[in-house]
Nanobody
């Protein structure tokens, strides 16, 4: 198993930036694809962005392309989400998740909720207009 702890959420004005971190413990971090998801009140959890085990492959939702960047530091067991040009519609609880399965390539990054077995507790991001 792996345990995930997110940090870095908060309140920011539209157009501002935040950087989320997710630190993992328990197993070899580089064996996991990592993803960020978010859930707004009354809505389903949705994919934001993901990064492959090696860090060489990333995949992002269209709604955040060009604004959000995912990265990882396997030496620090940490994945990051840099969020720029934030919009009120980005307001949600942001979750970090770990995908433990090898899916044919070390560069593959999944965008499917069902592929992630381990989840953090979430961190609130609120963007004011």
């Amino acid at each position: 198993q792996v345990q995930l702890v997110e940090s870095g959420g908060g309140l920011v004005q539209a157009g501002g930036s935040l950087r989320l971190s997710c630190t993992a413990s328990g197993r070899t971090f580089s064996n996991y694809g990592m993803g960020w998801f978010r859930q707004a009140p009354g809505k389903e959890r949705e994919f934001v962005t993901a990064i492959s085990r090696s860090g060489g492959g990333t995949y992002s939702a269209d709604s955040v392309k060009g604004r959000f960047t995912i990265s990882r530091d396997n030496a620090k067991n940490t994945v990051y989400l840099q969020m720029n040009s934030l919009k009120p519609e980005d307001t949600a609880v942001y979750y970090c998740a770990a995908d433990p399965y090898y899916r044919g390539s070390s560069e593959y990054a999944s965008g499917f909720v069902r592929d992630y077995d381990y989840w953090g507790q979430g961190t609130q991001v609120t963007v004011s207009s």
